[in-house]
Each structure stands twice: as structure tokens, then as C-alpha cells.
């Protein structure tokens, strides 16, 4: 049973538009994270949140920017999109941060044209 | 440093053969490895996960793993593949830092 939300399911744009994905967690879990998964299906951790403190991958660009109202939900917003930004955008949660059992979302998929 | 391999990058089996999926994994502490499973249009999902005691480990639909500290290995297994197992699975290994490094993962197409 999906516990984690990720909304849209797809979404297409054109280079320097800003986009906005949404992820909820209805599991009660402290820690949120944003993966990357590119076309041949490499993750690479974006973000992690937890306990209103966010640590950053450092080879992140500036452009993007997590998002959180609280420790349910962790959003997502591209400022400017580029051709690379294209992939699947994968939200998860874990119990807490030193817990390494993630549940992931579905993901939603981004294609710059 | 920390690092996973998953030399198959693509497994084809034929539907009711049994399975192994490679992964070999470099960490010079005590690892925790995990496989996790994505299917078609779906987020990853948990199989099992190995911390400590039984090398071998259960994990769902039976899938299982087995760790070797002396090959530095955690290799997938399952006795009896069906179609529905077709999917990419990867492994995943965190240590102390509790930093996750996933491997490349390996597509698994199961023919009917």
C-alpha cells in the first residue's frame, strides 16, 4: 500500500520555466529525501530533511530548492529548468534519519524541452 | 571508501529457472546491505535487508540474499522466477555515517 504521495506523475516543460513537485508521507516518519534517478536508472540523493534541519548534496545546483511546511511533506521546486534536469524525481521516507529503510514514492517523471 | 557493484547490468531468465543477482560491496566497517526492487512506473520497494546474524536472509516473495563477509558479496536469489519478478533491482549498502550508496541496479526480464 503506497504511503508515501508524490504528485504530478509527469510533468513537461520548456527550458527556464519553474516547476513545483509535491511529496506527502502519511507514515509518521522524521526524515524525508529527494532522489534522482537519470535515464539509465542511477540515484543520486538530492536532499534529506529532518527534524527541520536539511542537508544538502553538495553537487545539487542552486536552482533547486526543498520545500516543507512540516515533517509530513517535502516539496520540490526547480527555479529554472534545463534540458539535464530531465528524469525521475523519487521522494522518500524513513523512520529517522539513521534509519535506512526508505519507502519511496512512485516518482514523478520531468522532461525539459 | 564506500562502493557497490552490480556487474549485470541485464539478467535474462526463462519463467520457473531459479535466479541469482550479483552484488559485491567494498566498506571496511560492518555494512548494512539491503535490495530493493522498481518496478514499471513505481517508486523502489524494500526486499529484504541484512544487518547482522543469519547470513542469509528472507525477504518477500521469495526472494532471499546471502551475505559474505569473505567475498565481500550479498547476492540475490530465488528459486523460481515468474514474469511478475521482471523489474530492476538494486543494492544498496550504508554504513556508520548512514549515508546509502546504491548499485547501478540490474534489470531483470523474465521470459515467458
Known amino acids: 500500500e503506497t504511503a508515501v504521495f508524490q504528485t504530478p506523475n509527469y510533468h513537461v516543460t520548456q527550458v527556464g520555466n519553474e516547476v513545483s513537485f509535491n511529496c506527502k508521507q502519511t507514515l509518521g516518519h522524521d526524515t524525508m529525501y529527494w532522489y534522482k534517478q537519470d535515464s539509465k536508472k542511477l540515484l543520486k540523493i538530492m536532499f534529506s530533511?529532518?527534524?527541520?534541519?536539511?542537508?544538502v548534496n553538495e553537487t545539487v545546483p542552486r536552482r533547486f530548492s526543498p520545500q516543507s511546511s512540516d515533517k509530513a511533506h517535502l516539496n520540490l521546486r526547480i527555479k529554472s529548468v534545463e534540458p539535464e534536469d530531465s528524469a525521475v524525481y523519487l521522494c522518500?521516507?524513513?523512520?529517522?534519519?539513521?534509519?535506512?529503510?526508505?519507502?519511496f514514492g512512485a516518482g514523478t517523471r520531468l522532461s525539459v524541452l | 571508501a564506500q562502493s557497490v557493484t552490480q556487474p549485470d547490468a541485464r539478467v535474462t531468465v526463462s519463467e520457473g529457472a531459479s535466479l541469482q543477482l550479483r552484488c559485491k560491496y567494498s566498506y571496511s566497517g560492518t555494512p548494512y546491505l539491503f535490495w530493493y526492487v522498481q518496478y514499471p512506473r513505481q517508486g523502489l520497494q524494500l526486499l529484504l535487508k541484512?544487518?547482522?546474524?543469519?547470513?542469509v536472509v528472507q525477504g518477500v516473495n521469495g526472494f532471499e540474499a546471502e551475505f559474505s563477509k569473505s567475498n565481500s558479496s550479498f547476492h540475490l536469489r530465488k528459486a523460481s522466477v515468474h514474469w511478475s519478478d521482471s523489474a530492476v533491482y538494486f543494492c544498496?549498502?550504508?554504513?556508520?555515517?548512514?549515508?546509502?550508496?546504491f548499485g547501478l541496479g540490474t534489470t531483470l526480464q523474465v521470459q515467458p
Open positions: 544498496v549498502l550504508t554504513g556508520n555515517t548512514g549515508k546509502l550508496i
Open positions: 530533511y529532518n527534524n527541520k534541519q536539511l542537508i
Open positions: 522518500a521516507s524513513s523512520i529517522r534519519l539513521s534509519q535506512n529503510t526508505l519507502y
Open positions: 541484512y544487518y547482522s546474524g543469519d547470513p
